[in-house]
T-cell receptor
């Protein structure tokens, strides 16, 4: 069965520091993988998605993620955190039928000055 | 700009009431979804629909039903609300293959069942 595991429910970084949010997936078929972000009191919006075209995927707001099949990982990174990056981040994988997304439990990113 | 609109931002209902949560999208998308979001549990799929009058159960359909009479509107129904259905409900829509395409989310409805 398809699933994603986000390691760490809460990550804290200083402004300007590297952001690393971890996601491991389980999939019986080649996966489609996504990262979504939810800012306070808003719905989710797409950051980036992996569709097998390239293992390094660039998204909005300076975020990127690398697909590593050998590690079954799809970690999200940003070289330099900004205060506006404080939000909840969700990793997601397509279900086996390819009809819907299965989301992880989320990681809350806090950024301090 | 694309839009998914959920009719209520906050809703308070009593145990046993029948509750309707409404969602409308203006993008002519085939696929629509209902998720519930709970702290520490992330988003869990309740139901989805890939066409008018079509519906599929998600991971947690118990206690819920849905209705899709028109392409742009997808309703979530709590037949007899219970306190464990207190949650944030998120509606989303997508074009094409539902699992592979970008989801557009509404702002959510925070439902409290007392």
């Amino acid at each position: 069965a398809q699933s994603v595991t986000q390691l760490g429910s809460h990550v804290s970084v200083s402004e300007g520091a590297l952001v690393l949010l971890r996601c491991n997936y389980s999939s019986s078929v080649p996966p489609y993988l996504f990262w979504y972000v939810q800012y306070p009191n808003q719905g989710l919006q797409l950051l980036l998605k992996y569709t097998s075209a390239a293992t390094l995927v660039k998204g909005i707001n300076g975020f990127e993620a690398e697909f590593k099949k050998s590690e079954t990982s799809f970690h999200l990174t940003k070289p330099s955190a900004h205060m506006s990056d404080a939000a909840e981040y969700f990793c997601a994988v397509t279900n086996q039928a390819g009809t819907a997304l299965i989301f992880g439990k989320g990681t809350t990113l806090s950024v301090s000055s | 700009d694309v839009k998914v609109t959920q009719s209520s931002r906050y809703l308070v209902k009593r145990t046993g009431e029948k509750v309707f949560l409404e969602c409308v999208q203006d993008m002519d998308h085939e696929n629509m979804f209902w998720y519930r979001q709970d702290p520490g549990l992330g988003l869990r799929l309740i139901y989805f629909s890939y066409d008018v009058k079509m519906k599929e159960k998600g991971d947690i359909p118990e206690g819920y039903s849905v209705s899709r009479e028109k392409k742009e509107r997808f309703s979530l129904i709590l037949e007899s609300a219970s306190t464990n259905q207190t949650s944030m409900y998120l509606c989303a829509s997508s074009q094409g293959q539902g699992g592979n395409e970008k989801l557009f989310f509404g702002s959510g409805t925070q439902l409290s069942v007392l």
